[in-house]
């Protein structure tokens, strides 16, 4: 315990005179946080710029609906312009990849029955963006043929019920695999990088052999990993909080054991890397790609598992069934949208804590068998 | 000058000498871009034809058309559903579990109503979002069919097809490849004197410690070019096309990138010097940029918060001004963008021999 503590201190006392690693450890996390953030609401609200050549009441009033569509999310439409020429102009400048145009004679042929019709233009470099402007314009056209008096009364009717009482936010879908995307980062690389220190600045034969045995060793290293990682799960909070409204408020003592989980397990991974690569050159990539996998595996478990069906997307989500984190993202989401819990939360957490702990195991015994010392050591 | 030159390519060979060596230099750039593009195109990339559940209580002539409607309800993207179960207890247990995300149900007074039920495991507002359009376009066809002077969208796109999304992300993927690879491999290989105490032989050098920053920065620009062979093969796994002309024009941009990339990297690793404080901010900086400026959806689309932050951050004009030449959306690259990033590369060389040479000026510690 004592050495232990030592450790922690010594490793503390280093951040502090050479915080430089510390600050880059805080903020390379809350940095992809935050740019992933700002994207979120990308399939949200599509930017468009309306050329209205017809400047009648009916193109005002398609405008007006486009304005008005909306999720919880946010607005359906950027409208960026309504002005014909300045509406080309962003077009043609490439600032816009969509531009309706509401022809001259559209309100006419509104009132007259003759087939209206705009015209949406498309830089289709993306389908995906294609898709988007397409089925908003669908939208905006029902919604617009509704509040038409020649709209016959006869047509389809959608009743919608729901399996949860709400639908999650995706600012709170994916804030929440981005927090626990922070904790796990932040668990393999403070601890990995850490233990591979120790070989790179040539002190780690005095570690493995001292009396006080390897779990003083690892202890150490966690405590002092454990402190710097809160400083980092902290400030991702704050981001997310500021670029998506993030509601921290709601998170209670269940999301943090998940966060605590979540940071055991990235911890007993980066042991394990730190111990087996013992340097920062391969480690840093290896625990960036085993971080960034998870959030885009197991962060989009749940939302995967709907379209899974054939495919590598099928043998990708069979996957998350390996890995018991996945269940642990939607403890935190569901908690954060007050929703009753999913299930399979107690197993996930178990599985996740019985796996840090063979690789904590592992680690350990690599410690045992492997006492080469190389490089003057 | 003969012999700075020949000091330079004395350091770029060893250099190279050193990734051949040490191969991990060159795989885990290759890995981070490979993994990234494969993880997000099996996922981003499999959701264009949703898997649904439609039960036909009804049963009559006009249901049928109804899941006729549903079936052929198409988009750029192709289709945008596939029934892929019909029987309505199956149906639910598969909502339930969340294993699908619609079912669509014709009620046995379908006729008299004129209503469908739909029940969604509503996951996430983007999801539902994507379900309940889709739903409204085939309503809109439905309707379309009995009712032909609705009001109507006509699509006028740039190209007769679409670019795939998959193919988007692997054209951005490959570039990404190049600009993390010059800058990582430089950057690491100029970190291997530090790491491994030779600093002071290169601080010691009679021609000064630039040469050792811009052997670096060559190294990690030739090399970049191998470290993207990998993601290359993906993305054409993922349905990238490039023909070889739209090639050589985005090369124009992409290049000199390459090279400004390298630069960068060598001054990050000037002021970082150890790989445990360098790789972290350029993997995790270039995922960023790949994701959020550009690579992954172009800037022109994204919130504003999102634009604005872009205005100032360089690789967003990389994939901004190559992505349309890559894809066949311009015919060449604009002389003021040519020059931008050629002046860049320029810059980042520069500043990349100034760090190295004033690198070559402070204490060296750790027993040299």
């Known amino acids: ?377 | 000058m003969l012999t700075h030159l020949h000091a330079l390519a004395a350091v770029f060979a060893r250099n190279l000498r050193i990734a051949w060596r040490r191969p991990e230099l060159l795989v885990q750039t290759m890995a981070v871009p490979v993994v990234v593009l494969a993880l997000a195109s099996v996922i981003f990339g499999a959701n264009d034809a949703w898997p649904i559940a439609v039960v036909d209580e009804a049963e009559t002539a006009h249901s049928r058309q109804f899941v006729e409607t549903v079936t052929e309800t198409r988009g750029p993207t192709g289709s945008y559903f596939r029934i892929v179960e019909t029987e309505a207890d199956a149906a639910a247990e598969l909502l339930h579990a969340g294993r699908l995300q619609l079912v669509v149900t014709v009620p046995a007074d379908f006729s008299e109503t004129g209503a469908v039920e739909i029940a969604t495991y509503n996951i996430n507002s983007d999801a539902m979002k994507n379900v309940r359009l889709r739903v409204t376009t085939t309503a809109n066809a439905f309707d379309g069919a009995t009712n032909a002077h609705q009001v109507a969208a006509i699509i006028d796109r740039v190209k007769p097809v679409d670019v795939p999304r998959t193919a988007f992300m692997g054209g951005s993927a490959v570039i990404l490849a190049l600009l993390l690879g010059a800058a990582m491999i430089a950057a690491n290989l100029y970190a291997v004197d530090s790491e491994h105490r030779t600093e002071k032989e290169i601080a010691l050098t009679p021609l000064g410690s630039y040469v050792a920053g811009l052997g670096a920065a060559a190294a990690g620009f030739v090399l970049a070019a191998v470290a993207a062979i990998p993601t290359a093969l993906v993305a054409l796994a993922f349905g990238t096309r490039v023909g070889m002309q739209e090639l050589l024009l985005a090369a124009a941009i992409v290049l000199p990138a390459t090279a400004a990339a390298a630069g960068v990297g060598v001054v990050v690793a000037a002021y970082l010097r150890t790989h445990r404080m360098i790789q972290p901010a350029l993997i995790m900086a270039a995922l960023g940029s790949y994701f959020a400026s550009g690579g992954f959806i172009s800037v022109s689309a994204l919130p504003p918060l999102a634009r604005a932050i872009n205005t100032w951050w360089p690789p967003s004009y990389v994939f901004e001004w190559s992505n349309p030449l890559l894809h066949g959306f311009a015919d060449r690259p604009g002389l003021t963008e040519v020059a931008a990033v050629v002046g860049a590369a320029v810059v980042a060389m520069a500043l990349a021999a100034l760090a190295a040479q004033r690198a070559g000026h402070r204490t060296i510690n750790h027993g040299q």
């Not at chain 1, 704050?238 to 055991?264: D, F, T």
């Not at chain 1, 749940?302 to 998350?320: K, N, P």
Request: no cysteine.
């Open chain 1, 1 to 377: 315990m004592h050495a232990a503590l030592a450790l922690a201190k010594k490793d503390l006392l280093v951040s502090f005179r050479a915080p430089l690693f510390v600050i880059i450890s805080i903020v390379v996390p809350v940095a992809f946080t935050f740019l992933y953030a700002i994207v979120v609401h990308v399939s949200t609200t599509a930017t468009i710029a309306i050329a209205d050549e017809d400047q009648t009441p009916h193109s005002a009033d398609f405008i007006a609906v486009m304005s008005q569509m909306h999720n919880s999310d946010g607005d359906y439409y950027e409208i960026l312009t309504s002005d014909p020429d300045q509406a080309r102009d962003m077009y043609e400048g490439a600032d816009v990849g969509a531009m309706l145009v509401i022809p001259e004679g559209f309100g006419r042929s509104v009132d007259e029955g003759e087939d209206p019709a705009v015209t949406l233009s498309l830089v289709n470099i993306n389908a995906d963006g294609t898709k988007n402007q397409h089925l908003r314009i669908e939208e905006a056209l029902r919604q617009f043929q509704q509040t038409l008096p020649s709209t016959p009364p006869d047509r389809l009717a959608i009743l919608e019920s729901t399996e949860l009482e709400r639908d999650i936010p995706v600012s709170v879908y994916l804030g929440s695999a981005l927090l626990l995307f922070a904790a796990l980062y932040a668990g393999i690389v403070s601890v990995g990088v850490s233990i591979a220190r120790e070989w790179e600045e040539r002190t780690a034969k005095a570690l493995v052999l001292s009396p006080s045995g390897h779990a003083s060793l690892v202890a150490g290293k966690w405590a002092a990993a454990a402190i710097m990682s809160v400083v980092t799960i902290a400030v991702t909070l704050a981001a997310l909080g500021w670029v998506l409204g993030y509601p921290w408020h709601m998170l209670s003592w269940r999301s943090a054991g998940v966060l605590a989980i979540v940071w055991i397990y990235g911890a007993a991974l980066g042991t394990l890397l730190g111990v087996k690569l013992r340097r920062a050159l391969p480690l840093v990539p290896v625990a960036v790609l085993i971080a960034v996998a998870h959030f885009l595996v197991s962060g989009y478990e749940s939302y995967i598992r709907g379209f899974a069906h054939g495919g590598g997307v099928e043998l990708l989500w069979a996957s998350t069934h390996w890995i018991p984190l996945a269940p642990l993202f939607d403890v935190v989401r569901f908690e954060v949208t007050s929703l009753p819990q999913p299930e399979g939360a107690i197993v996930a957490a178990l599985g996740s804590l019985l796996l840090a702990a063979a690789a904590v195991s592992f680690a350990v015994w690599k410690l045992t068998k492997a006492l080469r010392f190389t490089q003057g050591q």
